[in-house]
Every structure is written in structure tokens, then in C-alpha cells.
């Protein structure tokens, strides 16, 4: 009887393994295509086949300890990648764990992704959604969370002979704006701020689910 119980105890167990990492990644990934109907995926371009191969990453913050990273296929070995950033469907930008982020770097793949992007990646990839538009003839992205009262802006800064009304030439950079206060944090706005922020107002506050205004 108690050799019962305890295979019992033991089946029982290892279901409940099974379904945690069959279950629970099932459900994450649904939540990232749920997500989709509120912002569409920010993809990246396919890299060349050559690229399909593991190459070694090694830890800034731990001593001998090294990551696999494969660019083609956008994956990493890192636990932050297995437990999150792998459930994101393929070229989906939000694969970029911080080893591939730092290797692409290091390896000027990054620079096969256009300039927007690649800001985008020097951010770390922090935001849940990212939208694109043109804006005064200038594109640029709106990260942001529907939780957060934060909308991380990623435009261009405008140089000297820039039009007042655009479009800008200047480098790629990142403005952030509290949708709760209307002020822009640590007072810096980016070219073209006034439209930017009713185009925050009309279309990224308002695209989140219930069409309520972002709330932390």
C-alpha cells in the first residue's frame, strides 16, 4: 500500500512538471498573440542562413560563465530567454535578450537592421509594445506598456536646417513623456513635440485595451 502511495505521489508530481513546461509557455504565448490585436509585433528583418550557428557569449557580470547565442535563429541559452523571451514568435524583436543585444553589437550585425531599430535595441528592448509612425514627415516608434503612464518616444533629433515642421535629419534618439502629469521627463522634448504628444493622446493612450488612459 505504501509502495502505491508513493508511486501515486511520484506520477502526480512529475505530471505537474510536465504540464509547468508544457502548460505555462503554452499560455504565455498565447498572451504575446492576444497582445498583437492591441499593437501589431515589431519584427525584424530575416538574417542570411550563414548566420544559423551558435556563437559564445560571455558573461559582463559573472566570471567564467558564457552564453550560446545563435543570430539567424534570434536565441540564447540564458534562463531570461528560456522563461520569457523565447515564447515571442520568430524575428519578433522582443527575442533580444541582453546577450544577443550585446553581440550584435560587438559583431556589427546590428548594423543589418535600420537606424529606428537598432535605438530601439540600444534601449534594451524595455517596452511590451512598440508603434510605428510618421510623424511631420519623420518616422519614428512609441514604446510604451498599458500599464505605465511612461511612452517612451524613439525619433530623430533635428539639426540646424530642419524645418520647424519637419522632417528631421538628426540622429536617432529616445524622449520620454508621462501621459499622466503631460510633462516630458527631465524637461527635454523632442522636435515636433506638440504633435507628438496629441498623437500620443489619440493613438497609443487610447489603443490600449479598454480604451482607457495609461495607469500605472
Request: net charge positive.
Amino acid at each position: 500500500m505504501l509502495i502505491f502511495i508513493i508511486s501515486t505521489l511520484v506520477f502526480v508530481v512529475a505530471a505537474i512538471g510536465v504540464g509547468r513546461w508544457v502548460i505555462v509557455p503554452r499560455i504565455k504565448r498565447q498572451r504575446i498573440l492576444a497582445s498583437y490585436d492591441v499593437c501589431p509585433p515589431w519584427l525584424l528583418p530575416e538574417l542570411p542562413k550563414e548566420l544559423d550557428k551558435v556563437v559564445k557569449v560571455g558573461s559582463r557580470t559573472r566570471d567564467n560563465k558564457s552564453y550560446a547565442v545563435n543570430f539567424y535563429r534570434l536565441s540564447c541559452n540564458c534562463r531570461r530567454f528560456r522563461h520569457s523571451r523565447s515564447h515571442y514568435p520568430p524575428n519578433d524583436i522582443h527575442r533580444l535578450c541582453r546577450h544577443l543585444r550585446q553581440e550584435l553589437d560587438t559583431s556589427n550585425v546590428i548594423l543589418r537592421y535600420d537606424e529606428l531599430t537598432r535605438r530601439i535595441i540600444k534601449d534594451r528592448v524595455r517596452d511590451k509594445f512598440y508603434r510605428k509612425m510618421t510623424l511631420l514627415g519623420t518616422e519614428m516608434a512609441f514604446g510604451f506598456h498599458p500599464e505605465s503612464d511612461f511612452i517612451r518616444v524613439f525619433t530623430r533629433r533635428r539639426q540646424a536646417n530642419d524645418p520647424a515642421e519637419g522632417p528631421f535629419t538628426g540622429i536617432y534618439d529616445k524622449f520620454t513623456f508621462n501621459a499622466d502629469q503631460d510633462i516630458w521627463i527631465h524637461g527635454e522634448s523632442p522636435p515636433g513635440a506638440e504633435a507628438i504628444v496629441k498623437t500620443i493622446y489619440e493613438s497609443v493612450v487610447r489603443s490600449t485595451p479598454n480604451n482607457e488612459r495609461v495607469k500605472v
